[in-house]
């Protein structure tokens, strides 16, 4: 009898270290993202990727003196209502998976304070993080100019930027 339960105490503590073993960090996501980024750079020479990104983030428009990358996209509010989009938004993140959106979208509004939300749609399908949306762009462009300092997490590149939305 006392072998049957010390041999059930030993299986579930055995069975406690695998589950407390088993959760998701921010390093296993980090592992998991740049092995997809690797795959995704696949059959791409190195000079042909770097000529896409610089393409990405070619800036577009002049306001203010200041150049600004500002993409027109057919976009619509993804997971708030819909006067919270506003035709100039800033975006500091692009994913596309809504999990993931939402996840860094969360964060924002944690850690930072911003009412941020996310849009869908582009040619590419993608969730896009808005920062905060803007009904002039010339407001949008001061916001985005001084971004580095009102946001203290990490921004992703080719980030961020103005998304006007039609």
Not at 23 to 31: D, G, I, V
Not at 35 to 48: C, Y
Not at 85 to 107: D, H, L, P, T
Not at 138 to 155: E, P, T
Request: aromatic share 12%; net charge positive; charged share 30%.
């Amino acid at each position: 009898m006392k072998r049957a339960t010390l041999y059930i105490a030993v299986m579930a503590m055995m069975l406690c270290v695998a589950m407390a073993s088993c959760h998701s960090t921010e390093a296993n996501y980090k592992q998991a993202y740049d092995k997809a980024m690797a795959k995704h750079k696949e059959g791409v020479g190195t000079e042909a990727y770097e000529k896409i990104q610089a393409e990405r983030v070619k800036y577009t428009h002049v306001i203010n003196g200041d150049s600004v990358r500002m993409v027109r996209i057919y976009a619509n509010v993804a997971d708030d209502t819909a006067t919270v989009g506003r035709r100039y938004n800033v975006i500091v993140g692009e994913f596309k998976q809504m999990f993931n959106a939402q996840s860094y979208r969360n964060r924002l509004k944690q850690e930072e304070g911003f009412p941020s939300y996310l849009l869908y749609g582009g040619p590419e399908k993608k969730y896009y993080v808005a920062i905060k949306g803007f009904d002039e762009k010339d407001v949008a462009a001061a916001f985005l100019k001084d971004l580095d300092k009102k946001v203290k997490m990490q921004i992703l590149e080719p980030l961020p930027w103005i998304l006007e939305r039609y």
